[in-house]
């Protein structure tokens, strides 16, 4: 349960059970704070997109979305609200950024938050239009690669997946990255291409040289291939 205790909505509802998990039967009661239908329960939407929120954090986010109707190009305020919802409700998070996205076409930041909540809620082309839109910045074109590189192995396109990972050239996303293609190569039994792949890694930072064999091994260890696995260990010992 997010946003609140089990015994407060015991208070609420003295009839509900105490393990949710074992009632999947159950449907939560949903209490409305704000407008129309202010203070009265309603019947809990199905499915988990929708997640229970304290009285507090519900206060916050109506109070949030009242005062958006009146400063609607406020982007810090809209920023603070979609920011929340990513933990109450992906769907409206992700059209709070599209507007920011729109507002502000070069906030790479806001792009990028659209693209993540569009793939986590598999809006796949939605997810795909904010990421193509990072490569056209100087700040975030490795990070669109490395998303646009899990967008497409999420869709079991594997070529498309291994042209963006190899694109990621630098930052935060680089190891991630490099473990993606990996573990692509090695599934599909390409040794040599993952071969290859951590070779010129290994040129490119020799102090990482140890790390990476280790890498390329737990890599083929965890697929099974025990002796080639052994044999880059062997390698790095050589």
Do not use: C
Request: hydrophobic letters at 40%.
């Amino acid at each position: 349960i997010t946003g609140a205790r089990e015994q407060d909505f015991r208070q609420v509802d003295p009839h509900r059970p105490r393990n949710l998990h074992q009632f999947p039967w159950y449907q939560e009661p949903v209490r409305s704070i704000g407008g129309v239908a202010g203070g009265r329960r309603l019947a809990a939407p199905d499915g988990t997109s929708t997640r229970p929120t304290s009285d507090r954090v519900r206060e916050a986010i109506a109070k949030m979305a009242d005062l958006l109707t009146f400063y609607p190009d406020n982007i810090s305020l809209r920023n603070q609200y979609a920011h929340i919802l990513t933990h109450y409700d992906l769907a409206l998070a992700q059209q709070q950024f599209a507007i920011i996205a729109k507002q502000q076409p070069k906030n790479a930041d806001a792009v990028l938050s659209l693209g993540i909540i569009a793939m986590e809620r598999k809006d796949y082309k939605a997810a795909d239009k904010a990421f193509e839109k990072l490569l056209d910045t100087e700040t975030h074109s490795s990070t669109g690669h490395y998303y646009l590189g899990r967008l497409a192995e999420a869709q079991q396109n594997w070529q498309e997946a291994i042209f963006n990972y190899l694109q990621v050239d630098r930052g935060n996303d680089f190891l991630s990255a490099t473990i993606s293609l990996l573990d692509i190569f090695i599934k599909q039994g390409d040794f040599i291409s993952a071969q290859q792949h951590m070779n010129r890694v290994r040129i490119r930072f020799p102090d990482q040289a140890e790390s990476l064999f280790l890498l390329h091994s737990q890599a083929l260890v965890k697929h099974n291939y025990l002796a080639e696995g052994e044999k880059i260990l062997n390698e790095a010992l050589a």
